[in-house]
């Protein structure tokens, strides 16, 4: 029974490279994997060696974070901090604009827009610079975060694997995918809101890019799993068990909602405002960062916590011992320092500084919320991780993904109504701002799939609207020397031989016509039935612009017969190749100004 089931079962050629493509997948989980060791590795190195045992810049980080090198117990020096953030942000800035002028900002926006208008293609430079360029800018105090990094040495990890195996430009696409979403599970401790991400962030709108998610999900399993291996299988952030028991709580989560909504639109506002004050800066691309840098390490004087990565305060928050004040200016501070960072040209991820930004907010409001009712908000730190949820929801049109990765990165899926609701109601009031602007409205605005959308709008045009009811005809025994003067006196290079009946019996070019004035030995009498085509292509008034197309291909036809559906030689009309390539140039331009 086995072998006839055996025998019965032949995979098809389809299968099989979908399978070669989920192995690829697997293995573009591994490389990434290994590359958010490294990555985690280098930041941290830069951050203990320098930002600390130099600046004496105090690192707390959150308790699922391992501690790989040695603190020393220095004094903070804010002198030596403002020179370490400013010379971190200048050698970003060279190795960035010297090497890969794709790899300056937050690296998502670069992985979104190869997607889309690249085919995929990322040149392997940019996943080393990268991830140098952004251990040196986290590691010296710069305000980011780790997702943009590794999601663009991911995606040019798994773009370069693909170019490397000559496979087609949509499975590059989907390697790419693949290796941004992996890289984002593995280094936020998150498998399945990397998978999630990597699909839905391409878009705008609430969409998600089905042809890369099974893919996405393999790779960035993968790629968690060898994380995981060097650094344990634990959550990022550690929290005490919240639950969600009161529906009035709602109330509550919808003031939340509101204020992280609209605080995201402030956030992307000050963000790409920042980058355009910088355009106008006249200086080299190579030494703005190093502006940024200054303005960042100034601001780390006053308010420590509103720099580098900010993760060690969320935890504090979480833990419900950071005070009100301290929450509402970092929330504040951290968007001017993470758009100083980032906007300047400096290399980090914009994440990161999103849950410091919700984080903070969150729990200013709850414990506000707290004091004025402590019966209806008897867990304030609970906003604390809503607000994360809800402020990045919204900055970047990811609630889904966004809902999951703080799930998994806090161990804690008892919030999971109050996230989906301030995740909504947030995603709604930014929905026309996005902190990703690569981002395109949905797939049918996408470059990667105008051809599928090409077709869709081809198929939309029935010939009955593009067809001409006007043409010109000839009987099956009109002279030669008679074709040639209506020749002479019409624009067309086709006319049609009707029977005396009106039924279509062949069509008469003016090319052929031409061909046979040339020859020697023609017939002393020719008459149209001598020199018509008498194998036609026709088509039917309810019949698609695209399945005509299709019928010509690359043939040498100006001019198709418009018949009847029940009767192929009554003739209704005629479609021009020209009328064709016009309503063809329409529809592409109609798509271009979509895009």
């Known amino acids: ?86 010379v971190g942000g200048l050698i970003s800035g060279i190795l960035v604009y010297t090497f890969a002028p794709e790899a300056e900002g937050h690296g998502t926006d670069g992985a979104i827009d190869a997607y889309h208008r690249k085919n995929g293609i990322i040149r392997p430079m940019v996943p080393i610079i990268k991830m140098i360029a952004s251990a040196v800018t986290l590691g010296s105090g710069g305000s980011g975060g780790r997702e943009g990094p590794i999601a663009q040495i991911g995606a040019g990890f798994g773009s370069f694997f693909a170019s490397r195996l000559n496979l087609s430009a949509r499975q590059r696409r989907i390697l790419l995918v693949s ?74 989560y919808t003031i939340l909602a509101l204020t992280v909504g609209f605080f995201a639109v402030f956030y992307v506002k000050v963000f790409y405002g920042v980058r355009d004050l910088f355009k106008k800066i006249k200086l080299i691309p190579h030494i703005k960062p190093a502006i940024g840098g200054l303005l960042v390490g100034v601001i780390g004087v006053f308010v420590p916590d509103a720099i580098s990565s900010g993760y060690g305060l969320l935890q504090k928050a979480i833990d419900g011992t950071a005070p009100i004040k301290l929450l509402l200016l970092v929330a504040v501070l951290k968007v001017i320092a993470t758009s100083l960072t980032i906007s300047s040209g400096g290399s980090a991820g914009v994440f990161g500084p999103s849950m410091v930004i919700g984080g903070s907010l969150g729990g200013a409001i709850g414990l ?121 006196t019409i624009s067309d290079d086709d006319i049609l031989v009707l029977d005396t009946n009106d039924k279509l019996k062949g069509i008469i070019t003016l090319r052929v016509l031409k061909s046979l004035l040339g020859q020697e030995q023609l017939p002393p009498i020719l008459i149209a039935d001598d020199v018509a085509n008498t194998t036609l292509i026709t088509t039917t008034p309810d019949e698609n612009l695209h ?28 479609v021009k190749r020209s009328d064709i390539i016009k309503m063809y140039n329409e529809i592409i331009q109609k798509l271009n100004k979509s895009v």
């Not at 418009?562 to 209704?572: A, F, I």
């Open 179 to 252: 290796g941004m979403g992996a890289g984002v599970g593995a280094i936020f401790h998150a498998p399945m809101a990397g998978a999630i991400f990597g699909s839905e962030v391409l878009y705008k709108e609430p969409e998600m890019e089905g042809e890369v998610f099974i893919y996405t999900v393999v790779a960035s399993i993968v790629a968690y799993s060898t994380f995981s291996l060097f650094f344990g299988w634990k959550p990022l952030f550690f929290t005490p068990v919240f639950r969600f028991t009161n529906p009035l709580e709602l109330i509550s």
């Open 368 to 488: 506000i919320l707290h004091n004025l009712s402590p019966s209806l908000v008897s867990q304030p730190a609970s906003f604390v991780l809503v607000g994360m949820v809800g402020f990045f929801s919204a900055a970047a049109n990811t609630p889904l993904s966004t809902i999951v990765m703080v799930t998994e990165m806090t161990g804690s899926y008892h919030l999971i109504v109050p996230a989906i609701w301030t995740a909504t109601i947030g995603y709604i009031v930014a929905q026309k701002w996005t902190i990703y602007e690569k981002q395109v409205k949905n797939r049918k605005n996408s470059p990667a799939h105008v051809l599928e959308y090409k077709r869709d709008l081809l198929e939309e045009v029935i010939i009955k609207d593009i067809m001409r009811k006007e043409f010109t005809s000839v009987s099956p025994f009109t002279s030669l020397q008679e074709i040639f003067r209506i020749f002479s």
């Open 1 to 86: 029974m086995l072998n006839k089931l055996m025998l019965t079962f032949k995979p098809t050629k389809d299968v099989i490279e979908e399978g070669k493509l989920l192995l690829y997948a697997s293995v573009v989980g591994v490389i990434t994997g290994f590359g958010a060791v490294v990555f985690l590795v280098a930041t941290h190195f830069f951050s203990v060696y320098v930002l600390h045992n130099i600046a004496g810049y105090p690192i707390i980080e959150p308790r699922g974070e391992p501690e790989l090198f040695e603190k020393l117990n220095k004094n903070f020096n804010p002198i030596l901090l403002v020179i370490i953030t400013t």
């Open 547 to 574: 399945n005509l197309m299709h019928k010509i291909g690359l043939k040498d036809i100006n001019l198709v017969p418009v018949v009847d559906k029940n009767d192929p030689t009554k003739v209704l009309g005629v």
